[in-house]
């Protein structure tokens, strides 16, 4: 049986901050080290394709899923994608069932680049839900509009708030506020921000399989037991599902 926990969770965004090189991001390079699966990196290399329209004289060029130079590198694997610049690094997951394959590909990525000075990095968590309560029941739990507020800028008062903390060995930032996609909903935004001193690759390898397992879990429980039960949210294509808790 599904664990209904897993149903709330769909994208995550893995941030790195340092000195990278892009231009060896290569898809064949990719593929040498076997880091993902020969799948992932399947059609990264077919030639670019061309569909003609000849009834409206339009001619269409799809590009490959990767573009690198020295400066950048793009890769649209078939789970994730991603971008690299000189002084950033990130992964963005396309869904859920991707998070034991990112988090593995950074460990292996970096187990060969151990040598890259890194700074830091965060792992974040960004969804929009809808709750069995308003936006404004759910907000008023934890703040109150002061009269303050509602005489400088009137009665049709929409707060958000960011909170920030530390949990799970990280710097934990909270964002909450009025969703843009779902009307009464609420965005949710988690940050677990690690600062990397010394050690650069090497520490990212030592710890980040476990920081990556113990901030996913921290997040999914944070919005049970500190939010009414999920009724529905967004999920990464746009549809509203239900999730049974």
């Given at each position: 049986m599904s664990n209904p926990l897993d149903d709330i969770l769909e994208r995550c965004v893995i941030v790195l901050l340092g000195n990278f090189n892009p231009a060896i991001l290569q898809p064949e390079w990719f593929l040498k080290h076997s880091f993902l699966p020969s799948e992932?990196?399947?059609?990264l290399l077919a030639e670019p394709s061309v569909k003609e329209i000849p009834e409206i004289g339009l001619r269409l060029e799809y590009g490959q899923a990767f573009s690198v130079s020295n400066d950048h590198a793009f890769v649209n694997f078939k789970s994730f994608t991603m971008k690299a610049l000189r002084n950033r690094f990130e992964i963005l997951s396309k869904n859920k069932d991707s998070?034991?394959?990112?988090?593995?590909f950074v460990s292996k990525l970096f187990s060969?680049?151990?040598?890259?000075?890194?700074k830091s990095y965060g792992i974040n968590f960004n969804e929009h839900y809808k709750f069995s309560e308003s936006y404004d029941?759910?907000?008023?739990?934890f703040f109150a509009k002061s009269d303050n507020l509602h005489g400088f800028f009137g009665e049709d008062l929409t707060c958000g708030c960011k909170l920030i903390t530390e949990k799970v060995g990280a710097i934990f930032t909270l964002t909450l506020q009025p969703s843009e996609r779902l009307k009464d909903g609420v965005f949710i935004k988690a940050n677990f921000h690690y600062d990397i001193s010394d050690g650069g690759g090497r520490v990212l390898v030592s710890n980040f399989r476990e920081n990556f397992r113990?901030?996913?879990?921290?997040?999914?429980?944070t919005i049970i037991e500190n939010f009414d039960p999920v009724t529905e949210y967004l999920s990464r294509n746009g549809e509203l599902k239900q999730c049974n808790l």
């Open positions: 992932e990196i399947e059609g998070f034991s394959l990112i988090s593995s060969i680049l151990e040598e890259t000075p890194l029941e759910t907000f008023a739990r113990l901030t996913t879990d921290f997040f999914k429980t």
